[in-house]
C-alpha cells in the first residue's frame, strides 16, 4: 500500500514566489507612474512603440553636438543633437548677401526706369549713406547719366525717341532678370532654412533618456563618448 505524506512547501519556494510577486507589482507601479523614455539612434522617423519612443533624424550628415547623455532628463522641445551646419550657413550668407544687392539695384533700376516715364525721382544724391552698396548705387546711376547726356546731343526728335526707347528697354530687361534673380535666391534661402530646421533635433516628449547612439562617419558614437 502506497501512503502519501503531505509536507509543507520550502520555505525557499515561498521566498521565490513572494519575491516575483513583488517584482510584478514594481513594474506595474513603475509603468503608470514615470513619464516616457526616448531613445535616439541617427536616421528615419519619430515612430512610438509601447512606452518607448525611438527618436529618429531626417538629416543625415556629421553630428557636431550632442546635449545631453543617457539617463538625462528632457523637456519636450529640448534639444538633443545638432549636425554641423557650417556649410550651410556659409551658403545661406552668401545668399541673403547677394539678395541684399539685388534688392539694391531693383530699386535704382526701378527709379530710374520712373524717371524715364515722367516722374520726378531725384538721381542726383549723396550715395555714402548706403555704405558698401554705395559703389553698386553709383554704377546705376552713372549709366543713367551717360544716358542723358548722349540724349541731350541729339538733334531730331526722333533720334532722341529711338533712344529713349532703347535705354528704357535695356533698364526694363535689367529690372526683369534681377526680379528673377530675386526669386530664384529667395526659394533657395527658403529651402536652406528648411534644411536648417531639419539639423537641430529636439525631444517630441518630455522623458530620460534611455540610450543615445548616433551613427556618425560609419561609426556609432554613444552620447558619453
Known amino acids: 500500500m502506497l501512503g502519501i505524506i503531505e509536507r509543507?512547501?520550502?520555505r525557499l519556494a515561498n521566498a521565490c514566489l513572494l519575491l516575483i510577486v513583488a517584482s510584478i507589482i514594481t513594474i506595474v507601479i513603475w509603468a503608470a507612474?514615470?513619464?516616457?523614455?526616448?531613445?535616439?539612434?541617427?536616421v528615419g522617423a519619430v515612430a512610438p512603440k509601447g512606452d518607448l519612443i525611438t527618436l529618429n533624424s531626417q538629416y543625415t550628415g556629421r553630428v557636431s553636438e550632442i546635449n545631453v547623455k543617457e539617463g538625462d532628463y528632457v523637456e519636450k522641445g529640448d534639444k538633443i543633437l545638432t549636425f554641423d551646419k557650417a556649410e550651410e550657413e556659409?551658403?545661406?550668407?552668401?545668399?541673403?548677401?547677394a539678395l541684399k544687392i539685388l534688392k539694391v539695384k531693383?530699386?535704382?533700376?526701378?527709379?530710374?526706369?520712373?524717371k524715364l516715364n515722367g516722374?520726378?525721382?531725384?538721381?542726383?544724391?549723396?550715395v555714402s549713406k548706403y555704405g558698401g552698396y554705395s559703389k553698386i548705387i553709383e554704377e546705376i546711376i552713372l549709366e543713367y547719366?551717360?544716358?542723358d547726356?548722349?540724349?541731350k546731343t541729339l538733334k531730331t526728335s526722333i533720334e532722341k525717341s529711338n533712344y529713349e526707347k532703347q535705354f528704357r528697354l535695356s533698364v526694363l530687361e535689367n529690372i526683369n532678370k534681377i526680379n528673377s534673380e530675386i526669386y530664384t535666391l529667395n526659394n533657395n534661402l527658403k529651402k536652406l532654412n528648411n534644411q536648417l530646421s531639419k539639423m537641430d533635433i529636439t525631444s517630441p516628449v518630455s522623458g530620460k533618456i534611455s540610450s543615445l547612439v548616433v551613427k556618425n562617419n560609419e561609426k556609432l558614437i554613444n552620447a558619453s563618448d
Not at 33 to 42: G, M, N, P, Q
Not at 119 to 126: G, M, Q, S, T, Y
Open 8 to 10: 509543507p512547501a520550502s
Open 33 to 42: 507612474v514615470f513619464k516616457i523614455d526616448i531613445a535616439v539612434t541617427a
Open 90 to 97: 556659409l551658403s545661406k550668407t552668401e545668399n541673403e548677401y
Open 106 to 114: 531693383q530699386l535704382w533700376y526701378n527709379n530710374i526706369y520712373n
Open 119 to 126: 516722374k520726378n525721382i531725384n538721381l542726383d544724391i549723396d
Open 145 to 147: 547719366q551717360v544716358y
Open 149 to 151: 547726356k548722349n540724349y
